[in-house]
């Protein structure tokens, strides 16, 4: 198991990616604390994650990521409960497509608390115990819009840029502290958001993707297990695009 003995954070925990890349870290041997947004979708995914595996060791918690003080008290109580925290995955974000000319200014403030804000709030507690411990691994999730921008909507591309830089910079700051930070930018993906649309739509959207579909939950958090693993041992300041090789 790639994972034996490593306790992890992984926040939107609840579902989508968030709830694949806990399942997979629970199948290799990892205790982890899902964040999620509300106590009645943390104690649901648990529900679920209990029936599926009854000896998987994994909690939640609902701290207001956009919330620096909330934040770093749920990673202290995450560190109190389990010893260690070895691995942070800062995945929770919100995505919108409002055109710049109805753009509020409150809405661009939403998406970059959530999407940048709560990234470094979650990071901020998470590296003191990291470098106490002799080092530790943090994953964020970025956007294949990251690379490319996308046509309306600009205040997602534009956190997700930010998500780079912070992944690449801190990479360079934490290397010496046997910290490593990588991020996963995942191309379109069969969360709630895409499934349920249309499937004409879907098919129109695999037609530009080179390998013909749309990504799997499953596809994007197989990234991030390689990346908390001791197989990216030597692997840090990576965006790792999990995209079907699409780039519009
Ligand atoms: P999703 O909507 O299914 O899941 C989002 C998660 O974030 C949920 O667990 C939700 O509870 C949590 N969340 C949302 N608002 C929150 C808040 N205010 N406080 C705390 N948690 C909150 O979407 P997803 O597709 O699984 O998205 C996960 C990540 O993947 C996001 O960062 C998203 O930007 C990124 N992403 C998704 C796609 C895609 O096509 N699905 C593509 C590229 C990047």
Redesign the pocket.
């Known amino acids: 198991m790639l994972l034996e003995g490593k306790v992890a954070i992984v926040?939107?925990?609840?579902?989508?990616?968030?709830?694949e890349i806990v399942r997979k870290y629970l199948n290799n041997g990892a205790k982890v604390v899902l964040?999620?947004?509300?106590q009645e979708?943390v104690d649901k995914a648990l529900a679920q994650l209990k029936a599926e595996n009854a000896v998987w060791e994994v909690d939640g918690m609902?701290p207001?990521?956009?919330d620096a003080a909330e934040v770093e008290k749920a990673v202290l109580a995450v560190k109190d409960k389990f010893g260690r925290l070895d691995i942070l995955v800062n995945?929770?974000?919100?995505?919108q497509s409002t055109s710049i000319y109805d753009y509020k200014a409150e809405e661009f403030d939403k998406v970059i608390d959530?999407?940048v804000k709560?990234l470094f709030y979650a990071i901020l507690p998470a590296v003191k115990i990291m470098k106490e411990q002799g080092g530790g691994c943090i994953l964020n999730?970025?956007?294949?819009?990251s690379i490319s921008g996308q046509s309306s909507g600009v205040g997602?591309p534009t956190s997700?840029f930010a998500v780079n830089g912070l992944t690449l910079s801190l990479a360079r700051e934490l290397g010496r502290d046997n910290i490593r930070v990588n991020a996963v930018?995942?191309?379109?993906?069969?969360?709630?958001?895409?499934a349920a649309l249309p499937q004409p739509v879907i098919d129109r959207i695999s037609a530009q993707i080179p390998l013909g579909r749309?990504?799997e939950?499953e596809d994007?958090a197989n990234a991030f297990l390689y990346l908390a693993s001791d197989l990216a041992s030597y692997v840090t300041g990576e965006i790792l695009s999990v995209d079907g090789a699409c780039r519009v």
């Open positions: 926040t939107g925990g609840t579902r989508g990616i968030g709830y964040f999620g947004s509300r979708t609902c207001k990521l956009t995945n929770a974000g919100i995505s959530l999407n709560a999730t970025s956007s294949m819009v997602y997700k930018a995942p191309g379109v993906t069969k969360t709630d958001m895409v749309p990504g939950p994007v």
